[in-house]
């Protein structure tokens, strides 16, 4: 049975909810995407615990944690997973991230570097400066009022709703991960996309300021192109280069519709710091 237990960090007068397996084992933290929390990692986390003290933290504005205030701005997720670090006196975390969840944690190994042994990105929100270069501010302002728009409804909607929703337009999910998904979106706050910014700093700034091992995890339906994910890999300047591994058959959930061949590309990189 998958035990948790959970509870708060204060981080910067924001409270932070968290879930932890626990046990003296090395310590890997889970950040989920825009609209999910902590918990939608369960089923990963259900195989890792066996090995790993995995910590799933609920970020700002999603699941029990604190909602949006007026001066939020995405690197706010960042500095508060740090916070819960050093609070809960973790150390030498490696750290996962999809999404949005993957934005926090490269802002985590830029900016706080002796924080992470290792990090791994699950499609982050990387395209190609082509194809930002390309888009004026009207179209910017378009694409994030769609965004919105696909997002701010879910409260209107019943836990049931939401499960038959997601069953229909997600056929190769799990029924674990229909019901996680469900439940997160009825404790998302809306007011996260007020302060929306896409594409900023670009990964081509962020890249090459990344010292520790990382791993890019993408799809051939996802956000990051082959194109983007090569681009990437060369500009990387660490001394053990970012590796790039992509996995067939998915869309930007792809620890969701690729599971075992997710899973299995996670295990064969985390081996490399730890035996099993």
């Known amino acids: 049975m998958f035990e948790y237990t959970q509870g708060f960090v204060k981080v910067n007068h924001i409270n932070i909810h968290y879930y932890r397996t626990g046990g003296s084992k090395p310590p890997i933290i889970l950040l989920h995407g825009a609209t999910d929390n902590g918990l939608c990692w ?3 986390a259900e195989l890792l615990t066996e090995q790993y003290d995995v910590i799933m933290p609920d970020a700002q504005g999603h699941g029990l944690s604190e909602r949006i205030d007026p001066d939020f701005t995405f690197i706010n997720h ?5 916070g819960l670090v050093q609070k809960l006196d973790i150390t030498d975390p490696i750290i996962m991230g999809h999404s949005m969840g993957a ?3 490269i802002n985590i190994a830029v900016n706080y570097p002796d924080i992470p042994k290792a990090i791994i990105l699950v499609d982050p929100a990387w395209r190609s400066h082509e194809s930002i270069e390309s888009m004026d501010e009207d179209e910017r302002a378009k694409q994030r ?3 919105m728009k696909a997002h701010v409804g879910f409260s209107s909607r019943t836990r049931e709703e939401l499960i038959a929703e997601c069953r229909e337009t ?3 999910w799990s029924e674990a991960d229909i019901i996680l998904w469900a439940e997160s979106k009825l404790q998302f706050d809306p007011a996260l996309f007020s302060s929306m910014q896409i594409d900023h700093p670009s990964y081509t700034e962020l890249v090459p300021k990344i010292t520790c091992p990382t791993l890019l995890i993408t799809s051939d339906g996802g956000i990051v192109t082959a194109e983007t994910a090569r681009h990437a890999s060369s500009l990387s300047k660490a001394e053990r280069p970012l590796q790039w591994v992509e996995i067939k058959g998915a869309g930007h959930n792809i620890h969701r519709e690729q599971f ?3 899973y299995d590309t996670l295990n064969k990189f985390l081996g490399d710091f730890y035996l099993h």
């Open 103 to 105: 934005g926090a944690t």
């Open 260 to 262: 075992k061949t997710f």
């Open 42 to 44: 369960t089923p990963v």
């Open 145 to 147: 009022e769609a965004f």
């Open 78 to 82: 960042a500095h508060q997973v740090v």
């Open 170 to 172: 997600n056929p190769l």
